[in-house]
């Protein structure tokens, strides 16, 4: 299992479009830099930005419904990502990637890079993807 390093990313605040630890990450944002540190380079999603949701609100669940993504279920390593849809959404609007066996890794529009417990987050997992340079 392929495993990264990510502390240092711990605090980083959040910044729409935010591409990098010195402007910040948005959720996106910090997907790119961790894939980057698995050593997998994902494409930047065109159409992504502060207004996505409401522009296009879709724009997650086409981009990780092809390839290079591919569905997976448990038990999930270090670079799924998890497509979430909270309860006030329509649609998904918010990813998260998985760092260890119960943990996973995100940027907080509110806050700032931080990681939780996969456990906490579970009731709200639409869907998991993996990327197909990452499948055994």
Same mark, same amino acid.
């Given at each position: 299992m392929r495993t990264f390093e990510y502390n240092? &990313?711990?605090g980083v605040k959040w910044h729409a479009g935010g591409r990098s @630890?010195?402007?910040g990450f948005?959720?996106?944002?910090i997907m790119l830099e961790c894939a980057r540190r698995l050593g997998v380079e994902i494409p930047d999603v065109q159409g992504y930005d502060e207004d996505w949701e409401e522009q296009n609100p879709r724009l997650i669940l086409d981009y990780m419904a092809r390839p290079p993504w591919v569905e997976v279920t448990s038990p999930h390593q270090p670079g799924d990502l998890f497509v979430i849809k909270w309860p006030k959404c329509a649609v998904? @609007?918010?990813l998260v990637m998985v760092v260890d066996r119960t943990r996973y890794i995100h940027a907080h529009k509110e806050r700032c890079v931080e990681t939780g417990r996969i456990?906490? &987050?579970a009731p709200f997992i639409f869907a998991a993807?993996?990327?197909e340079a990452l499948v055994c």
């Open positions: 240092d &990313l711990i @630890t010195a402007e948005d959720c996106w944002g998904p @609007t918010h456990s906490r &987050l993807v993996r990327h």
